[in-house]
């Protein structure tokens, strides 16, 4: 039951499970049909509670704001429930899917507010992802670069153009000489684009410090790679501007990742924080994703909300406002639970 005040959208109008997301097959575009090879394999079940809000010193009295907090759905994610919840009321709210494919939720506020609370729950399984043999290799990075490029008198299938729109600049990754020099030693001739992730993916965790209070959304990259300090976002913004200096297709990955707290010590609730890393299209392998932030590839313990060019594509919460003053930056609270692991 909602409180008074609170609005609980209606989510059945959308099923997270089966919405077509443009996908080519499930190697390419991460596609929502159940991968069967999964039976048998590792799961976990989270409940993740995403909490924003906002204090003005002055009334709104017209707010637009874009949602992206419903998880895409993948093989080997599955959207149990997801709910979400608003004071006030929204006058409007319209679901659709964005044109990357991700779930994104529209909502109007045309009474005036001197606050807005947007409340996100879910529960959602994670699958095991099935992996290639070890011996599997992928094209070179060589190999990867000239698919795509444009040749006169050659035509790219529609799966080629969508992967090409990851190649190029975006307004949170700039490309250019500084940040091919600092991968150069990633991209030795002939190496498999899967294993030149990988290094920079070490590289970037090897040589930079995870430091919240270092920079900013609005922080340039350049200073990123100047300072050696940053944030996960930073982090992957990173690694997308050195591999798309090289003409490489990759995307910025939103979600959420289990932390642990230290030994002894109990889990606060909402110090979780939303996360992000990167994918690289490595045929014939295809999307393979790298967190430069904890040196891994993604398993068990990540979300994915959705994914685009960079932060801006899919930030959880953004919009425009008429009215409120100097409005200060949001309260965020995160808490991300673990309510089983087993076997499917």
Request: proline share 8%; with cysteine; glycine share 6%.
């Given at each position: 039951?909602?409180s008074?005040?609170?609005n609980?959208?209606d989510?059945?109008r959308?099923?997270?499970?089966?919405?077509?997301?443009?996908s080519q097959?499930?190697n390419?575009?991460?596609?929502?049909?159940?991968?069967?090879?999964m039976?048998?394999?590792p799961?976990?079940?989270?409940?993740?509670?995403?909490?924003?809000e906002?204090?003005?010193?002055?009334?709104?009295?017209?707010?637009?704001?874009?949602?992206h907090?419903?998880p895409?759905p993948?093989?080997w994610?599955h959207?149990?429930?997801?709910?979400?919840?608003c004071?006030?009321?929204?006058?409007?709210?319209?679901r659709?899917i964005?044109?990357?494919?991700?779930p994104l939720?529209?909502?109007?506020?045309?009474?005036?507010?001197?606050?807005?609370r947007?409340h996100?729950?879910?529960?959602?399984?994670?699958?095991?992802r099935?992996?290639?043999?070890?011996?599997?290799?992928?094209?070179?990075?060589?190999?990867?670069?000239?698919?795509?490029?444009?040749?006169?008198?050659?035509s790219?299938?529609?799966?080629d153009?969508d992967?090409s729109?990851?190649?190029f600049?975006?307004?949170f990754?700039?490309?250019?000489m500084?940040?091919?020099?600092?991968?150069?030693?990633?991209?030795?001739?002939?190496?498999?684009?899967s294993?030149?992730?990988?290094?920079?993916?070490?590289?970037?965790h090897?040589?930079?410090t995870?430091?919240?209070?270092a920079?900013h959304i609005?922080?340039?990259?350049?200073?990123?790679?100047?300072l050696?300090?940053?944030?996960?976002?930073?982090f992957?913004?990173l690694?997308?501007a050195?591999?798309r200096?090289f003409?490489?297709?990759?995307r910025?990955?939103?979600?959420?990742?289990?932390?642990?707290?230290?030994?002894?010590?109990?889990?606060?609730?909402?110090a979780?924080?939303s996360?992000?890393?990167v994918?690289?299209?490595?045929?014939?392998?295809?999307?393979l994703e790298?967190?430069?932030?904890?040196?891994?590839?993604p398993?068990?313990?990540?979300i994915?909300l959705?994914?685009?060019?960079d932060?801006?594509?899919?930030?959880?919460?953004?919009?425009?406002?008429l009215?409120?003053?100097?409005a200060?930056?949001p309260?965020?609270?995160?808490?991300v639970?673990?309510?089983?692991?087993?076997?499917?």
């Amino acid at each position: 039951m909602s409180s008074p005040g609170v609005n609980r959208l209606d989510v059945s109008r959308l099923d997270v499970n089966s919405q077509d997301v443009n996908s080519q097959d499930v190697n390419r575009q991460g596609a929502s049909k159940p991968d069967v090879s999964m039976l048998g394999s590792p799961r976990a079940r989270y409940a993740v509670e995403h909490v924003t809000e906002y204090a003005y010193p002055q009334p709104v009295s017209l707010s637009q704001q874009l949602i992206h907090l419903e998880p895409r759905p993948l093989p080997w994610q599955h959207c149990l429930d997801w709910q979400l919840q608003c004071e006030p009321v929204p006058s409007s709210d319209r679901r659709e899917i964005d044109a990357f494919g991700n779930p994104l939720c529209r909502l109007d506020f045309n009474v005036p507010h001197e606050s807005l609370r947007i409340h996100s729950h879910m529960q959602i399984e994670i699958l095991q992802r099935s992996t290639p043999p070890p011996a599997t290799r992928s094209a070179s990075w060589e190999q990867v670069r000239d698919s795509l490029r444009y040749r006169a008198g050659r035509s790219l299938s529609s799966a080629d153009l969508d992967d090409s729109r990851y190649r190029f600049r975006s307004p949170f990754v700039p490309i250019g000489m500084a940040y091919q020099r600092y991968a150069q030693t990633c991209f030795g001739a002939g190496r498999p684009l899967s294993e030149v992730a990988a290094a920079l993916m070490r590289k970037i965790h090897r040589e930079f410090t995870y430091d919240a209070a270092a920079t900013h959304i609005a922080t340039p990259l350049a200073d990123v790679l100047r300072l050696k300090h940053g944030v996960c976002q930073d982090f992957a913004h990173l690694m997308l501007a050195c591999l798309r200096s090289f003409d490489l297709p990759c995307r910025y990955v939103s979600g959420y990742l289990l932390t642990h707290p230290p030994a002894g010590k109990p889990r606060m609730v909402g110090a979780d924080a939303s996360h992000a890393w990167v994918a690289v299209y490595c045929p014939p392998l295809g999307w393979l994703e790298f967190d430069p932030t904890n040196n891994v590839m993604p398993g068990l313990e990540h979300i994915v909300l959705g994914w685009g060019r960079d932060f801006g594509d899919v930030s959880p919460l953004r919009g425009v406002i008429l009215g409120g003053g100097n409005a200060s930056a949001p309260d965020v609270a995160v808490t991300v639970t673990a309510v089983e692991v087993g076997i499917v």
